[in-house]
């Protein structure tokens, strides 16, 4: 669902933008609201990067929480090889755009464009394109982007921090340390936990620091396991609330007030000849499929970490091109580096959309390609040519049986490189 409404709110955004009611688009994301005594006095546009991207970034670390604690992350032998991926596969990305943007002034500010994946997409094209495909692969991305998130919001934190007030962040740290207390003690009632996030958020804010790091360590504070009669945890039961309106309210509506670009002949040559734009467009594509494949198969041959037996390389390559889709994200880094609105900034958002395009075309055409190929090992193993019971997979020669599973050929393929 998340992905669909997201496409839905990009394509009316560039619809409307380029339509003649653009004036309207324009007015609606520079209106500003807010009270401007607590720094909120601000446009609808910066509202949906500041506040409504929050509930998408705590959603982020309720998840991450989940995985370091009970899922993939725990187990260091499983997690290294996506982890690995996650790391190069931001690090090349933006080593390619700096190399493109050497010499421009200004331009620099924006390498972080291009490192971060849109988790949500990338999941949506990966269920349309590839039911066939193991679940160790579905396992694999999601490990892979609930890293790139926090190393993404660490370089918002970090990087694109501006006027920062030491005083208002240390008072930040109040609200966030009173809700870790509040879920130690198994206190999990909205009524006290939704004011301080809500005090942590704005605190954040005026001081000078995007305040999606606030939703993060909220995430990362919420408990893992359940109270005395309560069947579920908070991380689940809050992930369970909160994921619908990331993905159904806060990022379509984000996506809604932050791609609606004018598309000419002309803005697409300017964008064309914009070494930042191509620099994005390079290093998303190009960038992203090397470092998260790259990361993968070095560590894989380097150290003892191993690809899951269930995987091939081939499975690894279609989601290495998969993860050049980005969206709220990019599109974030792109209004903190060049302004909302800026020319600078609608080169780039065009950037950014061709790239997801592209990437979700070459990555999907090659899983369908794999979804085949296992699907085809499937209907192997069932068939039964001899009509006693023992499909020809499990058979050796003749009143033999191999014993050998789905897994044992995919091991094989793994180990192959296929």
């Not at 409307?16 to 653009?22: D, E, G, I, M, V």
């Not at 309720?62 to 260091?76: A, F, I, V």
């Not at 003690?185 to 006290?192: C, E, I, K, P």
């Not at 296992?374 to 997979?393: H, M, Q, T, W």
Request: glycine share 12%; hydrophobic share 55%; net charge neutral.
């Amino acid at each position: 669902m998340g992905g669909g409404l997201l496409f839905a709110a990009t394509v009316v955004a560039l619809s409307w933008a380029n339509s003649p009611w653009s004036g309207s688009y324009q007015s609606l994301r520079g209106t500003e609201v807010g009270p401007a005594a607590l720094r909120l006095h601000l446009s609808l546009s910066d509202w949906a990067g500041d506040g409504l991207l929050a509930i998408f970034f705590f959603v982020a670390g309720l998840e991450l929480k989940r995985e370091l604690t009970l899922g993939s992350l725990r187990r260091p032998a499983e997690a290294v090889l996506p982890i690995g991926a996650a790391l190069l596969g931001m690090t090349v990305p933006a080593l390619i755009y700096l190399a493109f943007v050497w010499g421009e002034p200004g331009a620099a500010r924006g390498w972080a464009v291009p490192t971060a994946t849109d988790i949500a997409f990338c999941l949506a094209v990966l269920a349309v394109v590839g039911r066939g495909l193991p679940s160790a692969l579905r396992a694999f991305l999601l490990t892979l982007a609930v890293v790139d998130d926090l190393v993404a919001i660490v370089i918002i934190g970090v990087f694109y921090a501006t006027d920062v007030s030491l005083p208002l962040l240390l008072l930040a740290v109040a609200p966030v340390l009173a809700y870790a207390v509040l879920q130690r003690a198994g206190v999990d009632s909205w009524a006290l936990l939704l004011p301080l996030g809500v005090l942590a958020w704005g605190l954040t804010h005026a001081g000078g620091v995007h305040p999606t790091v606030a939703a993060v360590a909220l995430g990362l504070l919420t408990r893992v396991h359940p109270t005395a009669g309560r069947a579920e945890s908070p991380v689940e039961r809050f992930e369970h609330w909160w994921r619908p309106v990331s993905a159904g309210l806060a990022v379509p509506v984000f996506a809604l007030l932050s791609v609606g670009i004018p598309v000419s002949g002309s803005s697409l040559a300017e964008a064309a000849g914009d070494p930042a734009a191509l620099g994005v467009v390079v290093g998303r594509l190009v960038g992203k499929t090397v470092g998260v494949f790259g990361g993968a198969y070095l560590l894989a041959r380097l150290t003892s970490a191993r690809l899951s037996r269930d995987l091939a390389w081939a499975d690894v390559f279609g989601v290495a091109v998969l993860t050049g889709i980005g969206f709220a994200v990019p599109l974030l880094v792109s209004d903190v580096a060049f302004g909302p609105g800026s020319a600078a900034d609608e080169r780039i958002t065009a950037a950014i959309l061709t790239a997801a395009l592209l990437a979700a075309l070459a990555g999907g055409l090659l899983l369908r390609v794999r979804h085949r190929h296992y699907r085809l090992l499937a209907e192997a193993e069932s068939r039964d040519e001899e009509g006693d019971g023992v499909p020809g997979v499990h058979r050796g020669p003749p009143g033999e049986q191999t014993g050998r599973s789905m897994g044992d050929l995919r091991g094989q393929q793994g180990e192959a490189g296929t």
